[in-house]
């Protein structure tokens, strides 16, 4: 078996640092760079997309409301057509500075309050897989199983790659608990592991309000933002690699 290890990356902004992206970047196959909106800024983009290029890391566009001082997590009412503008416009950010730098993007991943949206309203999935897409085509979505976003893309003949958070709790709809919910973020690596390879090995996980629900993936991902980010990130990488599981680029997925 084959799974994507990846990360959201480049989360600071000017002298702030959020996560240690050097050291974690040894330890995952694709990397989801803030573009601007809810963390990030050139120089902080242009130094992830070397360090992913320098590592032979995916790169991929963590586009997000414009919310830096939320972090991303508060819904922002717009037009659909305003989402879509500002998709493009972070895509476009990233893309200029890839290109210089000689890396190219092969996925993107909404954060936050956007990628909530995305996940559970059809409107929001619409308008964030007719951006990209229209951006470039070819480009992979990071989609949870089922989800509205999945859906509109794969009506679009846009290529998924399914994820599973390997740190947050799920509700038996699909979607991912709301943070202020007990149980919806797992702070203990050890538990976190075990589930990652429960849900590699039976294809399901359990719910924080109902039955066991089918999770089949092709991504984990491991949020840099949490703490001990990087010590689960090496004993995940170890404990796959001890059950014979390959981590393994999205770009060799699709």
Do not use: W
């Not at 893309?95 to 190219?104: I, M, V």
């Not at 991902?221 to 980010?229: E, F, P, Q, R, Y």
């Amino acid at each position: 078996m084959n799974i994507d290890i990846n990360s959201d990356m480049g989360e600071g902004f000017g002298p702030y640092v959020i996560a240690d992206d050097a050291a974690l970047m040894a330890h995952v196959t694709s990397a989801n760079v803030a573009c601007g909106y809810h963390a990030g800024d050139p120089l902080i983009m242009d130094r992830t997309i070397r360090l992913a290029r320098d590592h032979g890391v995916d790169l991929g566009a963590h586009v997000s409301f414009p919310d830096r001082m939320g972090f991303g997590r508060r819904k922002i009412d717009m037009p659909m057509a305003e989402i879509e503008a500002h998709v493009l416009y972070q895509l476009g950010a990233l893309e200029g500075l890839a290109r210089r730098a000689g890396h190219r993007i092969t996925h993107m991943n909404p954060h936050g309050a956007l990628g909530n949206l995305a996940s559970s309203d059809p409107a929001t999935a619409e308008a964030v897989a007719s951006a990209t897409m229209a951006f470039d085509p070819s480009l992979a979505f990071l989609v949870l199983p089922g989800s509205a976003l999945e859906r509109a893309v794969k009506d679009r003949g846009g290529r998924v790659v399914r994820l599973f958070l390997a740190d947050r709790g799920y509700l038996s709809n699909g979607q991912l608990a709301p943070r202020g919910q007990p149980g919806a973020v797992i702070h203990d690596v050890g538990a976190v592991i075990a589930r990652v390879l429960r849900v590699l090995r039976d294809a399901r996980i359990e719910t924080l309000d109902g039955p066991d629900i089918a999770m089949p993936v092709q991504s984990v991902l491991i949020h840099s933002d949490t703490a001990g980010a990087l010590t689960l990130a090496q004993q995940l990488k170890a404990a796959l690699i001890a059950e014979g599981i390959s981590p393994t680029p999205i770009s060799r997925h699709i």
